[in-house]
């Protein structure tokens, strides 16, 4: 997926609100949109060094949180650690857990959406769903 206009998007409502743009919040920016779904603050700590090494891993986490905070990234905990991934259109996961690796799967067979009251007054704000199997090159190699 293409994350260059939201990424335009963050730069153009930073600099309306007087915020700076560094370039080690720049290659997190960018470390994020290419790390995909899922992505850990090391994952993201490690790619935004390669775009500019002089990124901090406390300059990840701000910037992650501020994301956050600004509702242009998601976050939640995965097996006890913080994972994130840049706002998008709703979707969900297919992962693999043989190699680890994620895929996107747009299709929701959740007909509950947001804003929508369910049993005891429930108001549901969004939902996330995984679905756990093998991928394709992992199902060749288990036979």
Same mark, same amino acid.
């Given at each position: 997926? $293409?994350?260059?206009?939201?990424?335009?998007?963050?730069?153009? &409502?930073?600099? &309306?609100?007087?915020? *700076? !743009?560094? &370039?080690? #919040?720049?290659?997190?920016?960018?470390?994020?949109?290419?790390?995909?779904?899922?992505? $850990?603050?090391?994952?993201?700590?490690?790619?935004? @060094?390669?775009?500019?090494? %002089?990124?901090?891993?406390?300059?990840?986490? *701000?910037?992650?949180?501020?994301?956050? @905070?600004?509702?242009?990234?998601?976050?939640?905990?995965?097996? /006890?650690?913080? #994972?994130?991934? !840049?706002?998008?259109?709703?979707?969900?996961?297919?992962?693999?857990?043989?190699?680890?690796? =994620? &895929?996107?799967?747009? #299709?929701?067979?959740?007909?509950? #959406? @947001? /804003?929508?009251? =369910?049993?005891?007054?429930?108001? =549901?704000?969004?939902? *996330?769903?995984?679905?756990?199997?093998?991928? %394709?090159?992992?199902?060749?190699?288990? /036979?």
């Amino acid at each position: 997926m $293409d994350f260059s206009n939201a990424i335009r998007g963050i730069v153009r &409502a930073w600099r &309306a609100q007087g915020r *700076r !743009l560094t &370039a080690p #919040r720049r290659a997190v920016l960018e470390a994020l949109a290419r790390a995909g779904c899922r992505a $850990d603050a090391r994952t993201v700590y490690r790619l935004a @060094r390669r775009m500019y090494p %002089k990124t901090g891993l406390v300059t990840v986490y *701000r910037t992650l949180e501020l994301l956050v @905070r600004e509702g242009w990234a998601e976050r939640w905990e995965e097996g /006890g650690t913080a #994972r994130y991934e !840049l706002a998008q259109p709703h979707h969900h996961h297919l992962v693999c857990l043989g190699c680890g690796s =994620v &895929a996107r799967w747009e #299709r929701c067979p959740i007909p509950v #959406r @947001r /804003g929508t009251t =369910v049993r005891g007054g429930f108001l =549901v704000t969004g939902h *996330r769903m995984e679905l756990l199997g093998y991928c %394709k090159a992992c199902r060749q190699v288990r /036979g």
